[in-house]
């Protein structure tokens, strides 16, 4: 038979944050002033925080959250226990800083805080959108300019004509963005222009052009002779 040795002896360890469900420096929405926020733990417990870096009893009770006593399901089978709580006080444009601490069943508490700053940021702009009107060609090139935002217009933009699936750009994924459209029929055209960054602030634009594209020859309408 086996024999099984089991240790009595009381845990004297805090528990360990293993996961966090928001990375260090994560950009908020602009106009988002709270969140959700998880995180896992290797043991069931409970957790505070704080925008000040404090102990656990002194952070505002308020702010306590209690984590699951089942462990969540994964495929590595490790034991994790899911903590939840919503985050508040953030503000466009300006960096918030949160102190996370946790103590076990036992009360085992952890002597230092983990951090986790969150930036919030301002809306995404489209600044400048080109052709519009009267176009002389039957392949334009669609450009894009988008500013602010979370990361000074850095953004990802899709157009759509009506009726049909958003599509990404050719060229996109900066401030910058391109599609070049190859012999359209003359007609008029209207696209919308839906642009997202990393903090799921969207900018939107409408822009219509028509191909009136020039067919006829060139004719002389003057001579000069020296």
Known sequence: ?????I????????????STSL???????????????????????????????????????????????????????????????????IQDN????????CKDLNNNEQQQSTILNLQGTVPLQITSITPQGDILTNSPTLQVTTTAGAEQGRASCT??????????FFTTGSNQHTQTFEQLPQASYTYEIVCTDTASNVARQTITFDVTTDTNPPRITQIYSD
């Open 23 to 89: 990375r260090d420096g994560a950009f908020i929405q602009s106009g988002v002033t709270e969140t959700s926020f998880s995180m896992h733990l290797n043991e069931p417990g409970s957790c505070r925080w704080s925008t000040q870096d404090q102990f656990y009893n002194d952070m505002p009770e308020a702010q306590s959250f209690l984590c699951e006593t089942e462990p969540s399901e994964n495929p590595l089978h490790v034991r994790e226990y899911l903590c939840g709580t919503q985050l508040t006080g």
């Open 1 to 5: 038979f086996i024999q099984l040795a």
């Open 7 to 18: 240790d009595r002896q009381p845990d004297g360890q805090a528990p360990q944050i293993v």
């Open 159 to 168: 157009y759509e004509h009506e009726g049909f699936r958003p599509v990404p």
């Open 94 to 101: 300006i960096a918030t800083r949160y102190h996370f601490r």
